[in-house]
């Protein structure tokens, strides 16, 4: 199987940057999109980036030039860079990765979810 945690979500005041990490582990092959979604209390899931093996990237318009998304496809990672952070961005963030993994003669593939981490933007 596969798992996706991630890591630094937290507190911080309006204006300051937060950067969130995500590390995929398991029996992976290879991973194609990976991405960054967001659920604010009492609001459904939403995107707010992602991007593709060779870095193509899409943002939510609420988060244009002020979030930066990468992946290291050697780790298996994906970081989310956010800087002049808003109370409205305050939510759960969660990590998602499109997985091929098990073996090579029988690869399956998956949606994977991590389980997300909470960060909230207050004074």
């Known amino acids: 199987q596969v798992q996706l945690v991630e890591f630094g979500g937290g507190l911080v005041q309006p204006g300051e940057s937060l950067t969130l990490s995500c590390a995929a582990s398991?029996?992976?092959?290879?991973?194609?999109?990976m991405g960054w979604y967001r659920q604010a209390p009492g609001k459904e899931r939403e995107l707010v980036a992602t991007i593709g093996t060779t870095g193509s990237t899409n943002y939510a318009d609420s988060v244009k030039g002020r979030f930066t998304i990468s992946r290291d496809n050697v780790k298996n990672t994906v970081s989310l860079q956010m800087n002049s952070l808003k109370p409205e961005d305050t939510a759960v963030y969660l990590c998602?990765?499109?997985?091929?993994?098990?073996?090579?003669?029988?690869?399956?593939?998956?949606?994977?979810w991590g389980k997300g981490t909470l960060v909230t933007v207050s004074s």
């Open positions: 998602n990765a499109e997985v091929r993994y098990g073996s090579y003669y029988f690869p399956r593939t998956m949606n994977a």
């Open positions: 398991g029996s992976i092959i290879s991973i194609n999109n």
